[in-house]
């Protein structure tokens, strides 16, 4: 284990849904980050949180909806998804500026119907 | 255009052989390469790190190079185990924290 969990692993959900995927890190990290991954595609980072704040946000739609309660929680809230939104959600953390070796969780494979 | 490419996209090997994977990258300035690897259900994890400076990096049977003059970068897995079986991604980071990332090598290890 990484030291970084996700919930849930799967999610089915229809497009008038609103659900909320949730990330908890136990390495003492100050930054977390969400990512995108779709199949045979890189990575797409999402958005990243530095000491609770947001820092950056790469032209995300709205529908997604990011939240840091403190260091060790991330949420993602998810609402009027589209087909295109299934994948794998990934979640990461890093103690940013000291060490840039992300943590990542095992992901929530998310189905949009 | 994705800064930093992978090839090949998938390959299949017979446990006990070598393979090498490819990850040619245009970003700049360039900080350092890490690849991961990414078992089937499970996030990415960190094999190997390299500085501009760093021409070879070994984790047990998987050694990594890198040619800063061309932009290009390898990873070796000697003698395959059927746990070799995942995808290998080539990250790229720049002198100003941002990453780039390849779309991975998806490697199958038969018996």
């Known amino acids: 284990e990484t030291g970084v969990t996700q919930t849930p692993r799967h999610l089915v959900m229809g497009m008038t849904n609103k659900k909320s995927l949730k990330c908890e890190q136990h390495?003492?990290?100050?930054?977390m980050y969400w990512y995108k991954q779709s199949a045979k595609k890189p990575l797409e980072l999402m958005f990243v949180?530095?000491?609770?704040?947001?820092?950056e946000n790469n032209s995300v739609p709205s529908r997604f909806s990011p939240e840091c309660p403190n260091s060790s929680h991330l949420f993602l809230h998810l609402h009027t998804l589209q087909p295109e939104d299934s994948a794998l959600y990934l979640c990461a953390s890093s103690q940013m500026r000291v060490t840039d070796t992300q943590y990542f969780g095992p992901g929530t494979r998310l189905t949009v119907l | 255009k994705n800064q930093v490419e992978q090839s090949p996209q998938s390959l299949i090997i017979l446990e006990g052989k070598n393979c090498t994977l490819q990850?040619?990258?245009?970003?700049?300035?360039?900080?350092?390469l890490r690849w991961y690897k990414q078992d089937t259900g499970r996030g990415p994890v960190s094999l190997t790190i390299m500085t501009f400076s760093e021409n070879t990096k070994s984790n047990g049977r998987y050694t990594a190079t890198l040619d800063a003059d061309t932009k290009q970068s390898s990873l070796h897995i000697t003698a395959s185990q059927l746990s070799d079986s995942a995808s290998y991604i080539c990250?790229?980071?720049?002198?100003?924290?941002?990453?780039?990332f390849g779309a991975g090598t998806t490697v199958t290890v038969r018996a």
């Open positions: 990250v790229v980071k720049r002198d100003d924290y941002k990453l780039s």
């Open positions: 990850c040619n990258y245009t970003v700049s300035p360039f900080s350092n």
């Open positions: 390495l003492g990290h100050n930054a």
């Open positions: 949180y530095s000491l609770e704040e947001r820092v």
